[in-house]
């Protein structure tokens, strides 16, 4: 007699990345029903259409969830908090996309392939959280360091798509693009723009990249704290430090918004001790799965080239002049499709696996 299917339910499906979370999972070979799709009551009734199928939103469940085996949460939102706990209280592992928990200190944030040994911990409380695309990009190219060396020191410049505001980012760089061919405005125009229709004084806002992103680079996004780092620079950093389990380590973090649809890019500079050749890193990153190096002297790839892919392009490898035991790498990954969506497939198949060898881990009926 075959093992019953896993139940899961996709919750929300305005972002953006519920798409490409119903693509990657049903194209996934594993043992789960195919996903519901819920969310609050704006939504339900829309559509999600994923090549052939289409997917219709149901209505949330008041209160109990016991008829699913876990709920991948895609929506930002105020309540989910709540929503997170009423779920895990009913018996239903969550598994959180959102970015909602990462400032929790007890949360580990999960990349797969590459710290699914922490999932077991995870489910201590029901909650898996999953790490933020830009920090699945920068640990999927460190891992494979680890084989050869210890890392010393991380240094990350992040140029981030509108993609990253989903796609509500993705519309309004559009809208910003033809506004400004139409009018010379980035905005249609109201007496708090200046004369490009930019709100100089707009930084936190619900609108994506209000300040202009067409034709432009955002040097920070949101509020800036601290010592001058933004909540997405430092939530970078610590994510880094807790999925390669070196909460010392010390990761620098610039994050910048560029006027691309879809796939984050980064520039990193790694200190690694020994230090490794340029011929080394190739070799490492070769045999690692899901990275595709490029050739030494390759231009480097760009977010139109992996977009709509699962590839992790990684090349541009070289010794940084200014600091020779230091090397300098490019890499540029779909975030919603590859580093959402495939990692929490990625997750979900090491839950399924986990939950098989010890039923009781996450309180559901999987054996």
Same mark, same amino acid.
């Given at each position: 007699?075959?093992?019953?299917?896993?139940?899961?339910?996709?919750?929300?499906?305005?972002?953006?990345?519920?798409?490409?979370?119903?693509?990657?999972?049903?194209?996934?070979? @594993?043992?789960?029903?195919?996903?519901?799709?819920?969310?609050?009551?704006?939504?339900?009734?829309?559509?999600?259409?994923? +090549?052939?199928?289409?997917?219709?939103?149901?209505?949330?469940?008041?209160?109990?969830?016991?008829?699913?085996?876990?709920?991948?949460?895609?929506?930002?939102?105020? =309540?989910?908090?709540?929503?997170?706990?009423?779920?895990?209280?009913? +018996?239903?592992? *969550?598994?959180?996309?959102? +970015?909602?928990?990462?400032?929790?200190?007890?949360?580990?944030?999960? *990349?797969? +392939?590459?710290?699914?040994?922490?999932?077991?911990?995870? @489910?201590?409380?029901?909650?898996?959280?999953?790490?933020?695309?830009? &920090?699945?990009?920068?640990?999927?190219?460190?891992?494979?360091?680890?084989?050869?060396?210890?890392?010393?020191? %991380?240094?990350?410049?992040?140029?981030?798509? &509108?993609?990253?505001?989903?796609?509500?980012?993705? !519309? /309004?760089?559009?809208? #910003?693009?033809?506004?400004?061919?139409?009018?010379?405005?980035?905005?249609?125009?109201?007496?708090?723009?200046?004369?490009?229709? %930019?709100? !100089?004084?707009?930084?936190?806002?619900?609108?994506?990249?209000? #300040?202009?992103?067409?034709?432009?680079?955002?040097?920070?996004?949101?509020?800036?704290?601290?010592?001058?780092? /933004?909540? !997405?620079?430092?939530?970078?950093?610590?994510?880094? #430090?807790?999925?390669?389990?070196?909460?010392?380590?010390?990761?620098?973090?610039?994050?910048?918004?560029?006027?691309?649809?879809?796939?984050?890019?980064?520039?990193?500079?790694?200190?690694?001790?020994?230090?490794?050749?340029?011929?080394?890193?190739?070799?490492?990153?070769?045999?690692?799965?899901?990275?595709?190096?490029?050739?030494?002297?390759?231009?480097?790839?760009?977010?139109?080239?992996?977009?709509?892919? =699962?590839?992790?392009? *990684?090349?541009?490898?070289? %010794?940084?002049?200014?600091?020779?035991?230091?090397?300098?790498?490019?890499? *540029?990954?779909?975030?919603?499709?590859?580093?959402?969506?495939?990692?929490?497939?990625?997750?979900?198949?090491?839950?399924?696996?986990?939950?098989?060898?010890?039923?009781?881990?996450?309180?559901?009926?999987?054996?």
């Amino acid at each position: 007699m075959s093992s019953p299917k896993a139940r899961i339910a996709v919750v929300g499906s305005r972002f953006g990345s519920a798409a490409e979370l119903l693509s990657a999972l049903t194209s996934a070979d @594993l043992p789960i029903d195919l996903p519901l799709v819920v969310g609050p009551s704006a939504e339900v009734g829309t559509e999600v259409y994923v +090549g052939e199928r289409t997917f219709v939103v149901h209505p949330m469940p008041d209160e109990d969830w016991s008829g699913f085996d876990l709920a991948i949460l895609c929506d930002p939102a105020p =309540d989910l908090i709540r929503l997170s706990r009423m779920i895990r209280e009913a +018996g239903c592992t *969550v598994l959180d996309l959102t +970015g909602a928990f990462l400032d929790y200190r007890e949360v580990i944030p999960l *990349v797969g +392939g590459v710290n699914e040994g922490a999932l077991p911990e995870a @489910l201590k409380t029901s909650l898996l959280v999953a790490a933020p695309p830009l &920090a699945v990009l920068i640990c999927s190219v460190l891992k494979p360091l680890l084989v050869r060396a210890e890392l010393k020191r %991380v240094s990350s410049l992040a140029l981030v798509a &509108a993609s990253h505001a989903g796609k509500d980012g993705m !519309e /309004t760089l559009s809208r #910003q693009t033809l506004n400004l061919y139409r009018s010379g405005r980035v905005h249609d125009g109201d007496d708090e723009t200046n004369e490009q229709g %930019v709100d !100089e004084n707009t930084y936190d806002t619900e609108i994506p990249f209000a #300040q202009g992103l067409a034709f432009n680079i955002l040097p920070s996004l949101g509020s800036i704290h601290g010592e001058g780092v /933004t909540l !997405e620079e430092g939530r970078l950093a610590r994510s880094v #430090q807790a999925v390669l389990g070196l909460p010392n380590l010390p990761v620098g973090a610039t994050i910048v918004a560029v006027p691309v649809f879809a796939a984050h890019a980064v520039h990193l500079g790694i200190e690694l001790n020994p230090a490794l050749s340029v011929e080394d890193v190739h070799h490492l990153f070769e045999s690692a799965e899901g990275l595709v190096p490029e050739a030494p002297m390759s231009p480097g790839l760009t977010p139109f080239h992996v977009a709509g892919t =699962d590839a992790i392009a *990684v090349g541009r490898v070289r %010794v940084d002049s200014a600091h020779p035991g230091a090397l300098l790498v490019w890499a *540029v990954a779909d975030n919603l499709g590859r580093c959402v969506a495939r990692n929490a497939v990625d997750i979900l198949r090491a839950w399924l696996a986990c939950a098989r060898v010890d039923g009781g881990a996450d309180k559901r009926r999987l054996e």
